[in-house]
C-alpha cells in the first residue's frame, strides 16, 4: 500500500537518498525543506502543523545537531505536533555517543508514536558532500585527533536501513547503531580518497586548538565552531563510538559499504578532482 510519507531535511545527505527510494517505490513523499512550499524551518514552529498535514509517517534529521542547545526543545515541539496529528510512525535520525542527542531520541520514544531511532556513526559522505570536501579538493587536509579511528558509514546504507523502518513492523522501540565495517583514522581515509582519485593529497595532524583557531580565523560562526570542536571531543574522542557493529547486516541482510567502495564510487564523479580557490 502506498504511504504519505514527510521526510524532513529531504534534500540533505540522507534524506535526499531516502526520498530517491520512496519515489521509486511509488509513496507519496513530501520533502521537508525550507525551499518547499509548505516550508519546513526548525526555526519557524508556527508553520510544522501545515507540513504535517496528510502525513502518515516521518524521518527525522535535526539541524545542525541533537547535541546543541535548543534541540531537546525542538524535538518536544515536533513531536506534539506528530501527536496532534495522528502521524503513526516517526524514524529519528541521530549520532552514536552523543548523551544530548540520547535525550532527544528519549523524548522521541515517550511520545506514544511507533519510534525507531537509527543512530549513526560519522558519514562518508562528509567527504565528498560536507565539511573535509574543500580541503581535500585544495590537496592539503589539516586535521585533529588524527590518530582516532571511527568506523565511516555510507549515507546510501542509511538511506536503505531508514526506508526498511519507514515502511516494515518490528522496528517500534528500537534504536540501531549503524556504522560502517571497518574503523579508519583521518591519515588513513584521506590515504583512501588519494589512491580512488589519483591525487596527491598531504595530510597534516594539528592540534585541535589550531583547528578552532583557524575555522575562527576563516569567520565560520561561533555556533558552528562549538559544535565541530564538540564532535572532536566528545563524539570522536570516544571510546564507545571506536566500534563497528552489525546492525546494518541485522537489518538489511548484507554487508555495509566499505569506505574504499565509496571512494571508488565517488573518485569517478569528479568531485574531489574539482580545484576549488584557497
Ligand atoms: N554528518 C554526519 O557525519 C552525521 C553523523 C551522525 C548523525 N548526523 C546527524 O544527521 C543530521 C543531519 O546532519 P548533516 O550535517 O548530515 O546534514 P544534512 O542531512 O546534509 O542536511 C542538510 C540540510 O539541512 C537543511 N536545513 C538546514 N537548516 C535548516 C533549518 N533551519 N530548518 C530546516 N532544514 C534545515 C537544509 O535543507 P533546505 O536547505 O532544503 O532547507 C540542508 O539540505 C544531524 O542531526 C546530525 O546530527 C550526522
Not at 575555522?215 to 572532536?232: A, S, T
Request: hydrophobic share 40%; with cysteine.
Amino acid at each position: 500500500m502506498k504511504q504519505n510519507i514527510l521526510v524532513l531535511g529531504g534534500n540533505g545527505k540522507t534524506g535526499r537518498r531516502i526520498l530517491q527510494r520512496l519515489n521509486k517505490l511509488g509513496h507519496h513523499v513530501r520533502v521537508g525543506s525550507r525551499r518547499e512550499t509548505p516550508a519546513f524551518d526548525w526555526h519557524n514552529p508556527a508553520a510544522w502543523p501545515e507540513v504535517f498535514d496528510g502525513m502518515e509517517k516521518v524521518y527525522i534529521t535535526y539541524q545542525p545537531d541533537l547535541a546543541v542547545p535548543g534541540a531537546k526543545e525542538a524535538i518536544a515541539a515536533l513531536t506534539k505536533v506528530a501527536q496532534e496529528k495522528g502521524i503513526q510512525k516517526l524514524v529519528l535520525l541521530s549520532g552514536k555517543g552523543e548523551v544530548e542527542a540520547e535525550r532527544c531520541e528519549q523524548i522521541v520514544l515517550d511520545s506514544g508514536i511507533d519510534t525507531t531511532i537509527i543512530r549513526a556513526s560519522w558519514f562518508n559522505q562528509n567527504f565528498s558532500e560536507s565539511f573535509f570536501l574543500e580541503p581535500i579538493q585544495q590537496g592539503v587536509v589539516a586535521l585533529p585527533k588524527a590518530h582516532l579511528k571511527a568506523p565511516y558509514v555510507d549515507a546510501n546504507d542509511l538511506a536503505d536501513a531508514a526506508v526498511e523502518v519507514l515502511l516494515n513492523e518490528g522496528h517500534e522501540g528500537k534504536i540501531y547503531e549503524l556504522t560502517g565495517p571497518r574503523l579508519l583514522n583521518f591519515k588513513e581515509v584521506i590515504a583512501e580518497v588519494a589512491k580512488a582519485s589519483g591525487r596527491d593529497l598531504e595530510f597534516i595532524p594539528i592540534s585541535l586548538e589550531a583547528y578552532v583557531e583557524g575555522m575562527k580565523q576563516q569567520g565560520i560562526p561561533g555556533d558552528v565552531v562549538w559544535l565541530m570542536e564538540y564532535l572532536f571531543t566528545e563524539v570522536l574522542d570516544n571510546e564507545d563510538n571506536q566500534v563497528v557493529t552489525n546492525d546494518i547486516e541485522r537489518l538489511l541482510g548484507r554487508k555495509p559499504t566499505d569506505f574504499s567502495e565509496f571512494a571508488a564510487k565517488t573518485a569517478q564523479t569528479g568531485i574531489w578532482n574539482s580545484a576549488v580557490p584557497i
